[in-house]
């Protein structure tokens, strides 16, 4: 069993930056393939980015692509989404999420059914 806890979130104007962090509790973890995710009040959970559980192979969604930067650091078993030049459209709830190997998650890495474990949410708020 894992569980996800992010921090990070807050209130930032537009080009600026902020870092997310997911801490995961649980050694499987390391084995895991992770992923944020965010959500408006009026949309559904929209991928952002998504990293196998080695941390070599990387996908993002084309709004964020250039911009934002998904990593891992195995020893601290915690993932991080490093967000720049941030622009008010990416104002939202961002959740971290974790898949098991079994679920086979980056076969498509924008289906969040392919990831089991949540965390509660960060909210990040871009505006003047």
């Known amino acids: 069993h894992v569980q996800l806890v992010e921090s990070g979130g807050g209130l930032v104007q537009p080009g600026g930056s902020l870092t997310l962090s997911c801490a995961a509790s649980g050694r499987a973890f390391v084995s895991y393939a992770m992923a944020w995710f965010r959500q408006t009040p009026s949309k559904e959970r929209d991928f952002v980015a998504a990293i196998s559980f080695s941390g070599a192979t990387t996908y993002y969604a084309d709004s964020v692509k250039g911009r934002f930067t998904i990593s891992r650091d195995i020893a601290k078993n915690s993932g991080m989404l490093q967000m720049n030049n941030l622009k008010p459209e990416d104002t939202a709830i961002y959740y971290c999420?974790?898949?098991?190997?079994?679920?086979?998650?980056?076969?498509?890495?924008?289906?969040?059914?392919?990831?089991?474990?949540w965390g509660q949410g960060t909210q990040v708020t871009v505006s003047l």
């Open positions: 999420a974790a898949g098991s190997p079994s679920r086979n998650a980056l076969l498509t890495p924008s289906d969040y059914e392919g990831y089991e474990y």
